[in-house]
């Protein structure tokens, strides 16, 4: 089983409407993050959690929100969903007890905003 | 602020080497990270370096570093067709969560 699953791996909304990412680890990692993909941009991280009680705002995070539910889940929110939002999204783990604190992806959730 | 950049593409024949090039601003970087995204998947970790290294080698991966110049290179000896993928250069500086991503460069390996 994948150590980091995030659901849905596909998602086609409309404008306005308020969706969900999901994102579960079993890593054990207290640190969790998400990000956006767009072709030519690379990563921009949306927001991070350090532990349940520790959100937070990455470089993008106006019109997201979070939640940190557990340890080992890490959910992202669009209030209302607009079509720059259509992008790869990615959660990512990692442990800060590692010197290296080497960032664990999940497979993406690909998001159309019509 | 922070900045890493990536040559956005390469193209090599099978067998040769690739040698993808990340150049990146903050001097106070602790460590530099290669990963590989393949179609459809999320980004998966290759390598990394620490800082006060030069060269880093793991099988048909090297990774030289350049502090000097603020720059970062990934080789791949005799490359092959599974090589073929975006590959993200990435840095953190400090000890918080102070990643930055490069943009990614496609490497498409020819028969």
């Known amino acids: 089983d994948a150590d980091v699953t995030q659901t849905p791996r596909n998602r086609i909304t409309k404008t306005g409407k308020r969706i969900m990412l999901e994102c579960s680890q079993t890593?054990?990692?207290?640190?969790m993050y998400w990000y956006r993909q767009d072709p030519g941009l690379g990563l921009r991280l949306i927001y991070y959690?350090?532990?349940?009680?520790?959100?937070n705002k990455g470089e993008i995070s106006d019109g997201y929100s979070v939640s940190r539910q557990a340890q080992a889940k890490f959910s992202l929110s669009l209030e209302s969903a607009i079509p720059n939002q259509t992008a790869l999204y990615f959660c990512a783990t990692s442990d800060s007890l590692t010197p290296a604190e080497t960032q664990y992806f999940g497979p993406g959730t690909r998001l159309l905003v019509l | 602020g922070e900045d890493v950049e990536q040559s956005l593409f390469l193209s090599v024949r099978e067998g040769d080497s690739s040698v993808i090039n990340c150049t990146y601003t903050?001097?106070?970087?602790?460590?530099l990270y290669w990963y590989k995204q393949e179609p459809g998947a999320g980004l998966q970790l290759l390598t990394y370096?620490?800082?006060?290294?030069d060269m880093k080698q793991d099988q048909r991966l090297t990774v030289l570093l350049n502090k000097k110049d603020k720059h970062l290179s990934l080789r791949i000896a005799d490359t092959q067709t599974g090589d073929s993928a975006i590959y993200f250069c990435a840095e953190r500086f400090g000890y918080g969560q102070n990643f930055v991503f490069g943009p990614g460069t496609r490497l498409s390996v020819l028969p």
């Open positions: 959690s350090f532990d349940v009680k520790d959100i």
């Open positions: 890593k054990g990692h207290d640190r």
């Open positions: 903050d001097s106070s970087s602790t460590y």
């Open positions: 370096i620490f800082s006060n290294m």
